[in-house]
């Protein structure tokens, strides 16, 4: 008669296929659906259906959650150079994809506001950016400025927009909405919010407002 072998001992975290990624998959649905105060070990553990204590083998404690959380963002939007037909074309896209995903992630834009978040993962996309930058002849340090730049400039102008909550409005359509008769002793202030649904080509186009500053930037870029 065959003997049976003994399988080793898994934790209930092991045997459910815990990983780094799908515990902050989960943490990010949770934020994105409570918000940040509902994040907890406890929570997340309900969500993935495991000990709270076997996350511990995988994110180091809260700090690194938040961490995690943040880099899951920039990961998402990772500066796409590589298929770029040049290096300001890619600047374009990532500034255009960080909002992007910065604004499907509003109760997250905090975090990433008050965090820099320098996770190991975050350190090797801004290594592979400035890296393809350096191969378009920019230095290193000039490169690392423009991605901090843009990005600055993003996460500040998404944060103007996370502060109205659930508001889509851009600054611009908040503008357009203030009542003629708080308008009629600021003349130019009124010309300019006549002129913004123009500019816009509608409410579900880009804001031309964001798109103005980003081609303002690149070109001062490009003039260095």
Do not use: C
């Not at 998959?25 to 993935?48: P, V």
């Not at 990532?94 to 990433?112: C, E, G, Q, S």
């Not at 191969?135 to 901090?148: K, N, Q």
């Amino acid at each position: 008669m065959r003997k049976a072998t003994m399988s080793p001992k898994r934790t209930r975290g092991q045997n459910a296929g815990l990983t780094r990624q799908a515990i902050l998959q989960a943490a990010l649905e949770l934020a994105d659906r409570e918000g940040l105060k509902a994040l907890s070990m406890r929570r997340i553990g309900q969500e993935l259906g495991v000990e709270a204590m076997s996350l511990y083998q995988h994110v180091g404690g809260k700090e690194a959650l938040l961490d995690g959380l943040v880099e899951q963002l920039f990961t998402q939007a990772a500066p796409p150079l590589a298929e770029a037909s040049s290096w300001e074309e890619g600047l374009r896209e990532y500034a255009h994809t960080l909002m992007r995903v910065l604004l499907a992630h509003r109760d997250v834009v905090p975090l990433v506001v008050g965090r820099p978040a320098i996770t190991p993962r975050n350190l090797r996309l801004m290594e592979e950016a400035l890296r393809i930058l350096r191969a378009a002849g920019l230095p290193p340090e000039r490169a690392l400025d423009m991605l901090y730049a843009v990005t600055g400039f993003v996460v500040g102008h998404v944060a103007i927009l996370a502060a109205g909550g659930r508001d889509r409005h851009t600054p611009a359509d908040r503008l357009q909405a203030i009542p003629d008769p708080d308008l009629r002793e600021t003349p130019l202030l009124a010309e300019a919010a006549r002129a913004q649904p123009a500019r816009a080509g509608g409410r579900d186009a880009p804001d031309p407002r964001f798109g103005f500053a980003l081609e303002a930037m690149l070109r001062g870029f490009a003039s260095l």
